[in-house]
């Protein structure tokens, strides 16, 4: 394993020893002088290949072998340090290399390294890309003389290059430009897996795959162009250079597919006509006689790259599957490119295509003899090799292989019966015929000698035609494992197999035994396979073995696409033509090639058929009986053969094939084999039933099978004991499959089973060395431990919860796994470790956890992998149970490991050890975020071989840019803030430091959703007692330490990470207080170093997507309140600025230090500018400063933002032409960014964007309206037409669209929410007359509209229903009350529907249907918003309707005063609802009649829920009655004169007031509240003489509760319970004694002072508290009236007048007395606490 040091120094040494010697010997060559990419004299490539010493150049062969490594070690590095991409000149040496007259396969080779340095240096792709179209053209032009001058028969070429050497410039510049656009084809998913390096990196290889696009420089239509061009002029060239032309144009077409349906589907038309002329209908001039080789050659090469173009065409556009939805929106929703008539003509072309080659295959016939006759020509055109090693016929085999894929890919939807049916014939005779292409004369000289060993040790690269089939490329959606072959099947799926081997050393263990090796000059274009692979390494196969592979692929497709009758007819056709090519045949390799490749037709159609995809088809074409009979004779011979690959193959075929066929078939063929293992005594024809057995279980099931488990096991268990190896090991193989299947079923059997383990083990046939001298390597390689230790794992599952509670068993079983954990064979050790993962499932109570992590501990040293890999498995395992027991054990020294195994594992292992430390730190960081920190600060205190490789001027000059005193501050001279002692030899990896980032941002994200305050708030923890070292809070200066350490760092990854860390930081102590100063924020201390972070975002090295990060960061930093004064926000707020003020231009975009950014940046970036200024908007409601921010560019953010809304609804509508756009943001550049790129961006800010725009309608903005008509520089009120505004239609088509995907499903997700409502917000500014005019009232857009509020309103929840009622109320209000439209009968129908509307989800909302789990201050806030929207629909309706709608409102109020089913109060907090429906009652004599009517039902029916409470309590009979109560107040208090209610309504009223006042003290405080409010309403001079009633009746009753209070004065448990209400009362006596007019005084006195009197006992010592309440309002009303109060005094009794005057004299000289007694102060300065 290499270090990333290492990866570093074996590249430099490659390109060193191998590269720069073979350069230097083409560029002084004599016969050989490529022209260079970047033109003649002026590469820099050339210079340095010029300063090297001439050495002897390397071979063809090393140079792929070297090359091919180097592109392994590029994808290894991932990000290219500066060193390497100087030392390939960047990438000028490996197009130099692609373009040298190597030959095809070093231009291959050089292409795939080409790539991977792209891949890893995205940033040099426009020059890369740029430079090769130059250099393309150049070569067009120097062939365009050449051929002028082969035409005119000149021989004056001695300023111009040769043939040989324009043809490999012009076809190296072409396939590397093929190479890098398929690149941008490769989706993030598939990269993630089939990555050879460091898998599971989604976030780089996503950022990868984005920055690839964002660097596509613009000339995909000039390349279009090129290639059109050329292939047109092939017609008037000569031979040599209309093949070169040709080859040239395919392959930039081929490239040019990979852009996708948004490049492809404009120029699809000129395309066909392309494919049309190249693939004309074969005629019988095609096979004239005189066709020499030169003919041949070209007709067969044009239509080989012709189709090839087709391939990729159909590969990447051909929408079927796998279309991507999880963005906000539908993408699968855009037009299809291969419409069925595209389908049915490429089928017409492709069949013109296949006619062509069976004619050579015919004028083939005509000429050539057979090879082996004495009188046959020995050599003759057919088979010579061109320069690129290829005859006429690979050619062809290359031709028929490209048609095979293009109909595998195209599917058969459009096909015709007839070409379908030619295609199976032709399939099977080239897999399964007698079409032997090889050395016929090898083949007599082995079968004469004997001295054939078998098919797969054949090494000429064909090996009798057999196919080269990957076992492990498998059907999507099988959940099976594929391969049941055995442990040397090339390929083969090791874990089915039993084989726990080395991934290394088993891939150079198959690579022995493949007689079939692929190489990149067999086929340019890598499209040899039916499968669409996305591997970064490609390897295409010889044309014969591929046409063989392609031919296979495409039959089985084809099977599963005919009906029973047409699969029987394949099938039967398939096995007739192998067995008679079997018979024939005295080629015994061949008879086993046609015997693989048939097995392996029927196993890749069984594969499909029993997909997810196809299994209900398959069950109709293979579960017939009588197809089953076929294929089971015929794979019953494979099932006995003695080759191992063959018996895997056949017996998954049977395998799958029992599970579509019968039980009676199945049962059948265990009923064969049984009887063929008793008769036969052969080996491996008993080893072949046993695996039969297996394949049969695990794919048909348990349960179908149930039926014979006992007839297997005794045949397997049998057959185990057998002392051959072959026998016993693939009958143990086979019964572990059996268990696993059989599950729990199996459970009478593990007594049985446990004995057969604990014999063989001790048997010595059966161990790693044992059995006899002959069978002693077989014995080796298959190893019957490891399938004992399958069946052990089996038998614990099959036991299952019910290990723990059976001693003997669970001990029996852990001696046995303990002891082959002992074994000296780690393969053995991980099947081991499985078993005890199983029981720390199981039994984990049961296991010594100690000790068990002392082992996996110590296997994590381990030099073996297999072994590493199943330890980290296990610690995972553990520590998704109990982390806290792992940090127990393990201690802080097992993540240090965990960690450093991160810079020495590859990618088997690497994503077990991050998932380890990543649940480890979810569960643990909360206790101690320190440690957390200080692991990953330390890591981040290392250097990278980056780093290290760096010179060091470059790193003193790097470092220069950001010295000011900022970044001073955080000891920016090295990462860390370290000195260079610290950092000297300390490295790690650049991904492990990303890591490590990460850990930090999920660090941030676990404690910030923790709800641990103390984490967050020093000031709380000081306050609790809670020491802040230690806390999160405390790590803030080494947070924004790493931050800064790693937006410095020579890594784009990590330098993205550093910003997420750094926002992470922001937002989350955004309003932590500071602990030491009042008034301050925690983060204020640390805005230098803040900003010094950010500032390497802006340098010159920048890539767009740090760029775009920072930017956002900015923005939040902006808008979290740190800063609140707008002149010191620096230059964050000038970066911000200077980014708007870029986007206002559609040409070039610099910020910063960035001044060169491509095109496709530009647009990423001004959205981003554009979405943080609208994050910026949106908390300006919250931060009043950010007004100030914004102020001064609303007018051109308002067009920003409009215009980058009509741009998204272009490209979301998939448009080929764009309108005039107001921003100017894309322009021309969506044919190149391309829809997938663009619209993730879009897809994350447009809800943003929108939210702020409904703000700026929501205040009246000024500069919007005129934004919104597309007028730049209008400021102000613009005239109000009619019609809607310029925009309109694209802002509410982009609304209408988010809320109609939001409401096709059930219920809002938290992620949707936002969206929603941010778009009904800006539907209720959109729907007024200065936005939508009369555009809103047509009836189809109305009726869209309201069925789509029809459907929110049925299936959102009440946080979305609150925008919704305001948008609804929004249209009512505004369109419905200007110019007379209540008049018409359509404005009265939609009137109605918005009615209907805020009447539904009001309905809805209520407590009886409504769901209560919901947020109750939604319900609430959804309440009063639907009433107020009846209230406004009602006034949109006019009078006449508006009462009606009144009724309607109390209606559902009064429905709602009558729930008991919510424990929440929802009818407090909507009591203004209520008051806002009593507003305004009618002025006619009839209303106000009705009006009563109405006041009167509510009334009656609040008062019926009252006495519904009577002799009831709990919480909420009293929560009702409370409610009951105070809604009549509120309607009594707010009646209007004229209102006439009846006497007995309101003396009931009165009536259960006083009555709940004097039973229930419970209602004693509500009971004074409400009459208090009554009271004071009665006073009022144009109040209801209902109120003034209410009040002469509810005076009784409170003066009742004082006598009640006073007579309890020395009950201590009554009186604090009637404080509240006597002190509710007394105020209302002053209230009442306030609001009579003086000559009525003395009468309220008269009534007040008796009462108040109850309440004063001035002998008391010392006073009561009721004393001391009533005597302030004695003196009050005293000295207010002094005249009456004096005369009612002297009219009291003599007790009374007594204590009223002792009480009055004491108050008055204590007040006296304490006046006196006041001493007087000096004046003193008082200092202010700064």
Known sequence: MLSEQGLISAAMEIVNTFLRPYLTSILFSSSSRPQSPAGAGQSSTSAFIRQQQTERPPSSDTLMMVLRELAGLLEQLGNLPPVIQESLGGGEVLITVACSPAG????????????AFVRACPGRMGTIMESLYEGLKRDITTLGTLAMQLSNSSSNTSNLPSLGEVKSRALGHAYSMYGIYTLLATSPKAAEETSTAYTGQEQHISLVNISLHLHLPPISPSVLHTATSLLKST?????????????????????????????????????????????????????NSMVGKEEWGFLLGVRGWAVGAMCAFLRWNNNLPGSDSTGSFDRGASKLVVTLDISRRLGTLLSNALGFANLFITAQREEVQDPTSPTGPTTNFFLQADEDGHDLQAYEALLRSHVHVAFALLGFATTTESIQRELITSTTSLFAGNTYTGSVLQVAIAAKEGSFRGLWKVEDGYAYGVNSIDSREGIEGDSVTLAMSGPGTPGATQLMAGQQRDVGEADIEDLLSKPILGSPENDPLSLSSASVTTKPFVDPVPPATAVVNSSIDLFSALVCAQDSNGALKALSGLIDTAKVDKSSSSNMGRRIAVTVNSVWALLLSLRMATSRAGARAGREIFGGAQVGNIISVFLKDAILDPDENLRGAASEALGRLSSLSSSTFLGNQINNLVKEIVNNRDPYARAGCASAFGAIYVYAGGVAAQAYLKTVLNVLM???????????????????????????????????????????????????????????????DLPSYQALCRIVD????????????????????????????????????????????????????????????????????????????????????????????????????????????????????????????????????????????????????????????????????????????????????????????????????????????????RICNVISASGRQEHLDLRFAKLHGIAPKGLFVSRIPDLVRIAFSASAAYVTEIRLAGLVVLRDVIAIFAKSPDPDYDDSLLLEQ??????????????????PEILSSAVQVCAIFVGCGVIKDVTKMGRILKLLTGALDQSKSSGSFSIGDVQQISPNAAVMLRIS???????????????????????????????????????????????????????????????????????????????????????????????????????????????????????????????YEALVQASTSSTSSASSQPIIIAALETMENLVRPEYAGDAILDNAVFDEFTSLCYRMAMMENATVHIPLVRTITSLASTQFTRNG???SSSSHLQLTHCLRICAYVLRKALPSSSNTSEDQSARIGLFNTSFSALAEIGRAFGAETKEDIRGISITLYSELLKDETSEFDLIGPTLPALRTMLDAPPMTSNGIESFGKLIHGLISCCL???????????????????????????????????????????????????????????????????????????????TNAVLKHCAGLLIPCLIKLVSTAAAAVDDQEKLPILAPALDEVLKTFTTFFNGVPETSRQAVLAVLLPTLALLLDPSRSPLSSLHVQAIPIVLTFASASPGPFKEVTDGLDVGAREVLEASVRLAVSGRQQAASSQPSTKRQISLKAF
């Open 1504 to 1582: 019926q829920n009252i006495e519904e409470t009577s002799n009831r309590s709990g919480p909420t009979v009293v929560l009702k009655s409370k409610n009951n109560f105070m809604a009549v107040v509120l309607v009594l208090s707010s009646l209007h004169p004229n209102v006439k209610l009846g006497r007995a309504l309101i003396d009931q009223f009165c009536y259960l007031m006083t009555q709940r006042m004097e039973t229930s003290t419970e209602f004693a405080l509500t009971v004074a509240q409400c009459a208090k409010a009554l009271i004071a309403a009665s006073l009022v001079p144009t």
């Open 104 to 115: 095809s396969g070093v231009r291959g080779s050089a292409v795939n390294a080409l790539c």
């Open 1086 to 1103: 640390y805005q230098a170093p803040i900003t010094a972070a950010l500032t390497p975002a802006f340098s010159s090295d920048s890539t």
């Open 794 to 1001: 089996g038998v614990i599952s099959a036991i299952g919860p019910e290990l723990q509670d059976s001693t003997r068993t669970r001990s029996k079983i852990e001696d046995l796994v303990y002891e082959l954990l002992r074994c000296e064979d780690e393969t053995v050790g991980v099947e081991a470790i499985q078993c005890l993962r199983q029981m720390m499932m199981f039994a984990p109570a049961k296991m010594d956890m100690a000790d068990l992590v002392t082992r996996l501990k110590g296997y994590l040293a381990s030099p073996r992998r297999p072994l590493k890999v199943a330890s980290i498995n296990a610690l995972y395992q553990l520590v998704q149970r109990d982390a806290f027991l792992l940090s127990k054990v393990g201690g802080d020294k097992l993540v240090e490991i965990l960690f450093g195994m991160l810079d020495e594992e590859d990618s088997t292992s690497i994503e077990g050890v991050k998932n380890i430390i990543t649940n480890w730190l979810t569960q643990t960081v909360t206790a101690a975020p320190s440690a957390w920190i200080d692991l990953c600060q330390r890591i981040m205190a290392r250097t990278t071989a980056s780093q290290q490789s760096a010179t060091l001027p470059a790193a003193s000059s790097k470092g220069a840019i950001f010295q000011d005193e900022e970044s001073e501050s955080l000891g920016a001279g090295l990462p860390g803030g370290q000195s260079d002692g610290a950092a000297g030899h300390s490295t790690a990896r650049w991904r492990t430091q990303l890591f490590a980032m990460e850990c930090l941002h």
């Open 1381 to 1383: 439209k209540q008049s």
């Open 718 to 780: 049998s057959l185990a004991n057998d002392p051959h190896p072959v026998v016993h090991y693939w009958s143990l193989h086979a019964l572990a499959h059996v268990i696993s299947a059989s599950s729990l079923s199996y459970g009478p059997f593990i007594p049985s089973t446990m004995a057969l383990i604990f014999k063989l083990y001790a048997l010595d046939t059966h161990e790693p060395e044992g059995g006899t001298v002959a069978q002693a390597n077989a014995s080796g």
């Open 235 to 287: 017609l008037d060239q000569p031979l040599p250079i209309a093949r070169i032309s040709s080859e040239i144009g395919w392959t930039l077409v081929s490239g040019l597919m990979a852009l996708g349906p948004h490049f492809v589907r404009p120029n699809l038309s000129a395309l066909m006509v392309l494919w049309r002329n190249a693939l004309p209908k074969p005629t019988v001039r095609d096979n």
């Open 1169 to 1295: 500018t554009l979405t943080a200024w609208a994050e910026l908007l949106i908390a300006s409601p919250q931060q009043d400063y950010l007004k100030a921010v914004i102020e001064p560019y609303r007018s051109t953010l308002a067009m920003l933002w409009i215009g980058a809304l009509r741009d998204y609804a272009s490209i979301r509508g998939d448009s080929e032409v764009l309108q005039e756009s107001s921003s100017s943001t894309i322009d021309g550049l969506y044919m190149n960014l391309g829809k997938e790129i663009l619209l993730p961006y879009y897809d994350d800010a447009w809800y943003r964007i929108i939210k702020a725009v409904a703000i700026m309608m929501q205040t009246r903005d000024p500069h919007i309206l005129p934004a919104m008509d597309g007028k730049e520089g209008a400021v102000g009120s613009m005239p109000q037409n009619e019609g809607p505004t310029a925009l309109f239609f694209v802002v509410f088509g982009l609304v």
